[in-house]
């Protein structure tokens, strides 16, 4: 049997490029979506499309069956409403890990933000966005799971590939990184032992594209 993929927030801006970057790779992808028809409607009938919701526990066990990786890219846009950023990038990203890890899923990718650790920051006033995304890392860190935490800084739409991406750690960066430079990162964390464990922030810059995925995480620092 081919191991399962799970995308959660497969629907979004990084999530759906996330679900059709690994369609190409043929690996077998399962969706888990709040609107199965929308899910349908962007992808067709070839992943399996679970419905369920990160905000309640309870939903998500039956996706997570025979799930051997997560790559979470959820993420709340409308502050002030029940799916205000402290449900879906805290509590949601905590029930999701949790649940996960009672699944026994084996690793667990988790799309947050740059800025996370700067409270002053412009974006942290939509909703305490990033102080939120922060407690949901802390939750994924302290589940027990191997995890990479991946925070890219503002997303662009642009092409993939093209560009070099700048790897830090220490959360000190800034910058910009289109969301298919974002979505191809996540993936290739499944696949790389020096991604395990790590929390890094990533934003496009000047110079070649690196040659293969080591070269993304290569020398970063283990939690």
């Known amino acids: 049997m081919s191991r399962i993929l799970l995308v959660a927030g497969a629907t979004g801006g990084v999530g759906s490029l ?6 190409d790779h043929g690996e077998a992808v399962r969706l888990l979506v709040r609107d199965r028809q929308r899910a349908i409607q962007m992808f067709g009938s070839a992943p399996d499309v679970r419905v369920g919701d990160t905000r309640d526990p309870k939903s998500l066990k039956a996706a997570l069956e025979n799930v051997e990786a997560i790559l979470c890219a959820t993420g709340s846009r409308t502050p002030g409403t029940d799916n205000n950023p402290e449900q879906v990038d805290s509590l949601g990203v ?8 009672r699944a026994g899923v084996k690793q667990f990718v988790l799309v947050s933000s740059i800025a996370v650790t700067r409270p002053n920051h ?5 909703g305490r966005v990033l102080d939120w995304k922060l407690k949901g ?8 799971l191997t995890y990479t935490i991946i925070r ?7 092409p993939g590939g ?12 800034t910058g910009m990184i289109s969301r298919a430079d974002v979505a191809q990162l996540c993936i290739a ?4 032992p020096t991604a395990r464990n790590v929390t890094l922030e990533v934003v496009e810059t000047d110079g070649e594209p690196q040659k293969n ?4 995480f290569d020398g970063l620092n283990m939690e």
């Open 162 to 173: 093209i560009k070099r991406l700048l790897i830090a750690q220490g959360d000190t960066i």
């Open 213 to 216: 995925a080591l070269e993304y």
């Open 189 to 192: 964390a499944l696949h790389e």
């Open 152 to 158: 890219p800084g503002g997303l662009t739409d642009g």
């Open 137 to 144: 890392e802390e939750a994924l860190r302290a589940s027990g």
């Open 122 to 126: 412009p974006l942290n006033q939509f």
């Open 18 to 23: 996330i679900v059709r970057q690994l369609l």
């Open 94 to 101: 905590s029930n999701l890990a949790e649940v996960a890890a």
